[in-house]
């Protein structure tokens, strides 16, 4: 499930006009390296939280 998806109408250029980007080639590594890079901006992207679970942890003793 990907973190960040494109808001509504919002297509990225970030390497000229032979450059695409939407949401059907859009993963969370070039997302977050063009926020980096000042190619985009957080608002450009609706960010999903994503839930973490804590894994039940024993002592090692179960009987």
């Known amino acids: 499930m990907a973190k960040y998806t494109l808001k509504e109408g919002v297509i990225l250029h970030p390497y000229g006009v032979n450059s695409l980007?939407?949401?059907?080639?859009?993963?969370?590594?070039i997302a977050e390296l063009l926020i980096k890079k000042?190619?985009?901006t957080k608002n450009d992207f609706i960010i999903k939280q994503?839930?973490?679970t804590r894994k039940k942890t024993t002592n090692g003793n179960s009987k």
Do not use: F, H, Y
């Not at 980007?21 to 590594?29: E, V």
């Open 50 to 52: 994503v839930k973490q």
């Open 21 to 29: 980007i939407n949401n059907d080639n859009l993963t969370d590594s």
């Open 38 to 40: 000042g190619k985009a």
